[in-house]
Structure formats: C-alpha cells, structure tokens
T-cell receptor, first 114, second 109 residues
Framework: DVKVTQSSRYLVKRTGEKVFLECVQD?????MFWYRQDPGLGLRLIYF???????EKGDIPEGYSVSREKKERFSLILESASTNQTSMYLC?????????????FGPGTRLTVL | DAKTTQPPSMDCAEGRAANLPCNHS???????VYWYRQIHSQGPQYIIH???NNETNEMASLIITEDRKSSTLILPHATLRDTAVYYC??????????FGTGTRLQVTL
C-alpha cells in the first residue's frame, strides 16, 4: 500500500514563526502536492512538484514556499506564520502516468497560528 | 477548469444504492471527471474517474451523460463506512485537482 506520512497531526505556532511541514511518501512517486483545507472552501492546491528540485505554484501559493531535495520528501514552509494560515494541511503524491494520476493523501496536519 | 455543482448533503439507508449527482455543464472535451471522498479526520481517497464512457470498479460506478454535462457516482450497496464527503472534480489533468465543498453523504441504519 502507498503510504504518505506527515510529520505532525497537530501543530501550534505563534504569529511570525517559521513553520516547516514535512511530507514523506514511500512509493517512489514523481509528483507531490500540498493542499490546505478550510471549512466552506474545500481543498485548495498550494504548490506541487513533479520532480526533485522542481516546483510549480498552485492556486494559493502566497505566503508559502516549498522544498523538494529528495524524491520522497516534500516540505511546505511558512516563512512568517500568520493567523490566516490556521488550517488543515494535506500532502499527496502520485505516479506520473498522464491523466491517470491517482493522488494518495496523508492524514493531514492541523496547524493553529496564535 | 470546469466548475462543478453538487448538493451539499444527502442521506442513504444502509444496503441501498447511493446516487450522488454532479453538474458540470461547462466541461471541455479534454476534461476528465474525477471522484474522491474524504472520511472524517482522514485525507481524501480516490474513487473513480472517466472521460466519456461509463466506468465501474470495485468501489463504485460512474455514469456520465451523453452530452457530458453531468454525471452520477453510484455506490451500489452503501454501508456506514461510506459516510463521507464526496468530491466531483473536472480537470484536463489530474495534477491540477481543485476540490470544492462536495456532498456530505450520511449513511444510516
């Protein structure tokens, strides 16, 4: 079974702190994704990566950056956390097979910024 | 990407078929219909996808109308474990999935 793990289930940080959210997948997938999920807004794509050291902006990249130094690991970075970044963050990965691109999700990290 | 419209909530009795509709009247010829679901406190889970033809797998069936402007996800024998939020997504490539608010399906005894 594909396994996508995220470093924390719950995280509490203060405004202005630098926050790292880590995601690891164990299936040698090319593609990795970061989403955030907010009530009434559904899941929104922040960034994705289709190869090591490659990244592309999703729908809401502002306030975030990412890093992919190794194929299995994709990090989401909040340079200076703000209260409006309080959310559930979900990581996903997929094999690159064109349109047939099933995404496998991790359990999520619920981040609270005080 | 085409916008989708789903009812916010539905109920279904256990053992009965759950039919979840999705309207995507602005769908383009190269856009696929994907369905995912999210059980409480878990990440989303892929269910099925299709382009023009109806599709079936071990989880569900997908019926797409001939004009492709709407589709229906069918869970043939719903169980309590199928209680979840179901997302219908229409995109040209699965690498750009954008999830809306979905349909909250409640399966009851």
């Amino acid at each position: 079974d594909v396994k996508v793990t995220q470093s924390s289930r719950y995280l509490v940080k203060r405004t202005g702190e630098k926050v790292f959210l880590e995601c690891v997948q164990d299936m040698d997938h090319e593609n990795m994704f970061w989403y955030r999920q907010d009530p009434g807004l559904g899941l929104r794509l922040i960034y994705f990566s289709y190869d090591v050291k490659m990244k592309e902006k999703g729908d809401i990249p502002e306030g975030y950056s990412v890093s992919r130094e190794k194929k299995e690991r994709f990090s989401l970075i909040l340079e200076s956390a703000s209260t409006n970044q309080t959310s559930m963050y979900l990581c996903a990965s997929s094999q690159d097979r064109g349109h047939v691109d099933t995404q496998y999700f991790g359990p999520g990290t619920r981040l609270t910024v005080l | 990407d085409a916008k989708t419209t789903q009812p916010p909530s539905m109920d279904c009795a256990e053992g009965r078929a759950a039919n979840l509709p999705c309207n995507h009247s602005t769908i383009s010829g190269n856009e696929y219909v994907y369905w995912y679901r999210q059980i409480h406190s878990q990440g989303p889970q892929y269910i099925i996808h299709g382009l023009k033809n109806n599709e079936t797998n071990e989880m569900a069936s997908l019926i797409i109308t001939e004009d492709r402007k709407s589709s229906t996800l069918i869970l043939p024998h719903a169980t309590l474990r199928d209680t979840a939020v179901y997302y219908c997504i229409v995109v040209p490539t699965a690498s750009k999935l954008t999830f809306g608010t979905g349909t909250r399906l409640q399966v009851t005894l």
